[in-house]
């Protein structure tokens, strides 16, 4: 099983992405990953909670109105 959150709109994605990711966090996953478009697509994943993700992701190019983030 696994939980999709996709955006594609105006706004920057990330913060969508991940706020999405948190609300799916409750049904157990170990793993997450997000992939934003820009000129091409940035991928970023890692295993463990969301909140690792965002700690990963940190300091990587988040820029970007279209994305699709999971988690599994």
Known sequence: MCGIVAYVGQKEAYPIL???LKRLEYRGYDSAGVALLTDHINLYKCR????????????????GTIGIAHTR
């Open 18 to 20: 991940i706020n999405g």
């Open 48 to 63: 463990g909670k969301v909140a690792e993700l965002e700690k990963y992701i940190a300091d990587k190019n988040i820029a």
